[in-house]
């Protein structure tokens, strides 16, 4: 099987547990749009895979689009939050999953799975609203932003109403 079908293997089993929690999928970036924000989950091929060898990650973000300029839509580079799933899992490491063969795309497919259900969905249930991430920034926590970044959205949310 070719990495372009162990990827798309991952992907299959990655939107058969998003798709009934209402996330969308485009290529292999899935997003939730919840009112104030939009949760994304994308999967990514290392540029050190080889022609034998997927590595693969999982990236998540939080997109808030009353702070997107122009009405930019979700995704995960403009993403207000970003971390990669392997921080939220016990590891805490830049987390890469290794495919080489059929049996390891249905193993890796079954850990990513596991992963996003265990770590990624508690996190995004957390992370629901906008005055949820201005909780996280206020304490100082900004995945994924620059010290700068953090404040100019915080301010910028801290004076406007909610959506």
């Known amino acids: 099987m070719s990495l372009a079908l162990y990827k798309q293997k991952i992907g299959s089993a990655v939107a058969a547990v998003l798709t009934p929690l209402r996330f969308r999928q485009k290529d292999f970036i899935f997003t939730r749009q919840l ?15 080889t022609a034998s060898l997927l590595k693969i990650t ?14 930019t839509k979700p995704d995960l580079l403009g ?3 970003q971390m990669r799933l392997g921080f939220l899992m016990p590891e805490h ?4 999953w290794e495919v080489s063969g059929d049996t390891d795309a249905e193993r890796v497919a079954s850990q990513i799975v596991a992963s996003i259900q265990m770590y990624a969905l508690p996190q995004f249930e957390q992370l629901e609203t ?6 996280l920034w206020r304490a100082g926590r900004s ?3 620059t010290a700068f970044q953090m404040k100019r ?4 949310l801290e004076h406007e109403p909610a959506a």
């Open 153 to 156: 959205y915080l301010d910028k």
């Open 35 to 49: 009112g104030e924000v939009a949760h994304i989950i994308s999967l990514q091929s290392s540029v050190s895979s």
């Open 130 to 135: 906008r005055d949820a991430l201005v909780t």
């Open 79 to 81: 993403s207000h939050w």
């Open 58 to 71: 999982v990236n998540l973000g939080v997109f808030v689009p009353s702070l997107a300029d122009d009405g």
């Open 143 to 145: 995945p994924g932003l």
């Open 93 to 96: 490491i830049d987390y890469w």
